[in-house]
């Protein structure tokens, strides 16, 4: 081939120009949203917790004097995922932190730490023998202490949204620890306008074996408008009529965005990784598992008509019914 004349030498040139100048452009665009992005979210270790010297006496003594409500220790471990998945979806919410800083001192311990920290009762030891001391065991654990020093209400797991988290702290705000259970006043404030969300599948399992009923999960992901109408028009209607509680517990887990779970052996797994395992691509899905995770029913996919879907959930229902029986009578022969 000859050499390229002037003329296809110029074109080449102008469409480098216009690549390198696109690329300039998406780069400048992706800085732009990324700093957006950032300016959306604080760094929880500096607007959530404060910069504590460990000494909870006179943290009490600070809070009471700046009119707060009193302390939140939050126990936390390194590698611990539930722990990172509150600090990058949870606690670095600016309402979160500005709401929990008017009422409380947040101080964060490590279950494993050496600093020392003073405790109510003057004893000062480090951090790993003051959590064993609070008898303080997994991570995350939100332990919530009044002005007078006194625990009034512990929470031993994730919180997963700044919704759920902000309703906590005005449950401990408002007094109600003194005459509900955390469960009781969370599922008031909902008024059944959420299913409730899987954060450990064993313990999920562990009850409906207990109970001798199928756990019923729905595999969305955020934004589904399927979803939301399973949701709306199905899942919602099934919990507040009563009728499936002898039969199944309904549950959503939610596959994107993708947050730590246990799984059914007790192992820290994901969301998404869950999903993978039950070969779940579409959404919504619905399982019906027995307590141990077993598939009782193929999976049942998408939704058009609500009614139509409610006759084959139904259906679906009696027939992992009678898997788990014939099940459980097998196991016992």
């Not at 006194?150 to 906590?168: A, I, K």
């Not at 797994?269 to 395992?277: D, L, P, R, V, Y």
Request: charged share 20%.
């Amino acid at each position: 081939m000859g050499a390229p004349s002037a003329k296809n030498g110029s074109r080449v040139s102008s469409v480098t120009l216009r690549l390198a100048l696109l690329m300039t452009v998406s780069l400048c665009l992706l800085a732009i949203g990324r700093a957006q992005a950032a300016e959306d979210t604080r760094d929880p270790r500096q607007f959530f917790f404060a910069q504590s010297f460990g000494d909870l006496p006179d943290e009490i003594d600070e809070a009471r004097q700046a009119g707060k409500l009193g302390l939140l220790l939050f126990f936390e471990q390194e590698g611990c995922p539930f722990c990172e998945y509150m600090m990058k979806n949870v606690l670095n919410q600016p309402a979160v932190q500005d709401w929990y800083r008017e009422r409380f001192t947040s101080i964060t311990v490590d279950l494993y730490g050496d600093i020392e920290l003073r405790d109510v009762d003057g004893i000062t030891l480090p951090s790993k023998v003051f959590a064993a001391h609070r008898r303080v065991r997994t991570t995350p654990t939100l332990s919530f202490i009044d002005l007078n020093g006194t625990e009034v209400y512990r929470h031993s797991r994730m919180v997963r949204t700044p919704e759920d988290f902000l309703l906590m702290g005005q449950y401990v705000a408002d007094g109600h620890y003194t005459d509900t259970i955390w469960k009781d006043y969370a599922a008031r404030q909902a008024a059944s306008s959420n299913v409730p969300h899987v954060l450990s599948f064993r313990d999920e399992g562990l009850a409906a074996a207990a109970n001798g009923v199928i756990l019923l999960l729905a595999v969305t992901r955020d934004g589904c408008p399927y979803c939301a109408r399973l949701r709306r028009d199905v899942l919602l209607p099934m919990i507040r009529s009563g009728d499936y509680s002898d039969r199944v517990v309904i549950r959503e887990m939610m596959m994107e965005p993708d947050a730590p779970v246990v799984d059914f052996t007790g192992r820290t797994s994901s969301t998404a990784q869950m999903a993978t395992e039950y070969e779940v691509t579409i959404t919504p899905t619905v399982l019906l598992l027995d307590g141990s995770g077993r598939s009782l029913h193929p999976p049942i996919t998408g939704i058009n008509n609500a009614e139509m879907y409610g006759y084959y959930l139904d259906q679906a229902i009696e027939s992992a019914a009678a898997a788990l029986a014939a099940g459980q009578a097998a196991a016992q022969e």
